[in-house]
Every structure is written in C-alpha cells, then in structure tokens.
C-alpha cells in the first residue's frame, strides 16, 4: 500500500476531481461574471497573495494529426496567480490572457474549494451558474452548427 507522500491518495481523490474540474470550468467562465459570483458568496475568509497576479508568456506546442513530431506553434499570453487563506489552504489560478485579476479569483476558489467550509457554497453560488452558462453555451454552438448541416443524397438514373 502506498504512502501518501509516495502514492495516489484515494482519501483526497475527490477533492482532487473538484478541483480539476473547478480549474476546466473557471478558466473559460467570464471574468466581471466570475467576480460577481465570487462577491457574492458574502464575507470570505482572510487570505494573501503568495504570488501576486501577474502575466507572461508560454511556448504553446503543436502536433501533426495530434501524434506527429511536436513542434512550437508559438506564444499565449497567461495570467497566473496564487492566493493563500489565513487557515492555511493554498489555491493557484491560471487564465488565458492578461486579466490577472481573474487569475485571483481563480487561485481564491480553488483555496475555497479545500476549505470545508466554503467548498459547498463554492460548488452551488458559482461552480454551478458557470457550468450552466458553459453547457448553455455548447447547446446554441451545436444547433448553430446543425442548422447548416447540408444532406447529400444521389438519384438513380434510370439508364442502366
């Protein structure tokens, strides 16, 4: 059996899925949208910058047919951020572009989302509305692109 320094912690699996999806669904969440949801959640605990929002650029990597040799596609911006609660709990935020203050928010959920206390409020006042907009989103995307869908069909000549 392994030890959790050295092996998976199944203790914490969950909290780790939550998390992994908090960073999916936040990273493509609006960001004035995402500081509502997070003002929202009313008074929050005391918490500092560890890493002071801040943005930068990463060499983003490509592959032919997506099994090719890799090659350098070119530059992303990215902001990232890490936010640490007085109780200790430590939270990272990454985002596409320059908004480092959504980093912020980002890096303070994901610190939220370990705390016992704040993780269910979490989930319900802005995980939730975020996965909605996201899955309303994909909906009005996948019929946009039904409604162009062209059917091609071929008649018999009657020749033969």
């Known amino acids: 059996m392994a030890t959790p320094e050295f092996g998976p912690d199944t203790k914490n699996a969950a909290l780790i899925e939550m998390r992994r999806e908090a960073m999916r669904l936040l990273a493509s969440a609006d960001a004035r949208a995402l500081a509502q949801r997070v003002a929202a959640l009313g008074d929050l605990p005391a918490h500092d910058n560890v890493r002071r929002p ?9 592959r032919i047919g997506g099994d090719g040799a890799p090659f350098n596609l070119g530059e ?4 990232r951020a890490a936010v640490r609660l007085a109780s200790g709990e430590l939270g990272f935020g990454y985002a596409l572009g320059r908004d480092t203050e959504k980093a912020r ?3 303070l959920c994901d610190a939220l989302i370990q705390s016992e206390a704040y993780r269910d409020a979490v ?11 996201r899955e309303a989103q994909e909906k009005l995307s996948r019929e946009r692109t039904a409604a162009t869908r062209v059917e091609f069909f071929t008649l018999v000549r009657g020749e033969d």
């Open 54 to 62: 801040e943005s930068g650029l990463v060499m983003v990597r490509g």
């Open 76 to 79: 992303a911006s990215v902001s």
């Open 105 to 107: 928010l980002i890096a």
């Open 123 to 133: 989930a319900d006042r802005v995980l939730s509305p975020v996965r909605a907009e």
